[in-house]
């Protein structure tokens, strides 16, 4: 016999209850595409999916500097290559200076495309990236060269700047310091000496006249110390950039694997979820018409 008291409607409205909320929470699913809405659904799947966003949050910000620093490295390797260009000439012009059938005419004349270089380097040496900062600058900022009103050139600023964060763990350090490029070559007369000194020494000494064959010798020597350095610099900046290359493919692969992680944890099964949708209402629809028609007995319905 079943009569209505309160044990049973509450018994009911129970498990209507927890059939209404379960197609409610299945609705939610399908029309968000989303299995997993509050963290009381699943503790730990929810766990799993904040630190797979957190890690797709520092992917885009480690991504947004890996094309910083591929331009960076792609500007410094045009530069280089310009100044390496001009060094060479400037090799090629000293050799010729040295030729001792030419007078100091033409040694004068050789002076002008010399000054012409240095004034090509020094523009070169401030050349401003991407970001409208030096490209050659140092660590402490400021301009990557200077130049005084007597013509000597001085290095902006001291130290190497600092690397760029292109993964978790990994920094690359993008640009390299004016005085990394053209300076910290060695001197004939012991010490260091740059670019700017060792062509501005031998353009003096073309323009005064007379014996020129120690000062072409040593800036021979300083120019083919500093395409060496040159060259070697280049080849920094592209093992970085090689570095670079292979940093972007692994982020990008574990960029993938992460989205599949998300979306198995996180997306919802769309045919799946509809057939249990289905199934819910139709077990609601039946629950609630056998709770109506046995909700409506009473004992005299029995005693008939």
Known sequence: MHIGTSQFYD????????????????????ATGKKITAPSQDVVAYNR??????????????ASNVSLAQSLLQQSDTTLGAIGTQLQRAA????????GTLNDANRRTIAIEL?????????????????????FGAASGGTAVIQAAD?????????????????NGTD???????QRVFGNLPASSGGTTDVFAILSGLISALNTGGSVSAATGSAADGLRGALTQISNVQGSVGARAARLDIVSAQSTDAAA?????RSALEDT?????????????????ATQASFTRLGQLSLFDYLR
């Open 151 to 167: 013509g000597t050139v001085s290095f902006g600023g001291t130290g190497e700047v600092a690397a760029i964060p292109v993964a």
């Open 172 to 178: 690359i350090q993008a640009t390299d310091s004016a």
């Open 269 to 285: 099964d769309l045919s799946t979820a509809i057939t249990e949708l289905q199934k819910t209402i139709t077990v609601l629809q």
């Open 11 to 30: 018994k009911n409205a129970t498990q209507l209850g927890k059939l209404a909320g379960q197609a409610d929470t299945l609705n939610t699913q399908i």
């Open 257 to 261: 694997a992460r989205e599949i992680d």
């Open 115 to 135: 000054q012409s270089i240095r004034d090509d380097l020094i523009s070169l040496a401030g050349t401003t990236d991407v970001r409208g900062q030096p490209l």
């Open 49 to 62: 999916l904040t630190a797979i966003k957190q890690s797709s949050a520092d992917s885009v910000a480690y």
């Open 92 to 99: 090629e012009l000293t050799t010729q200076a040295a030729n």
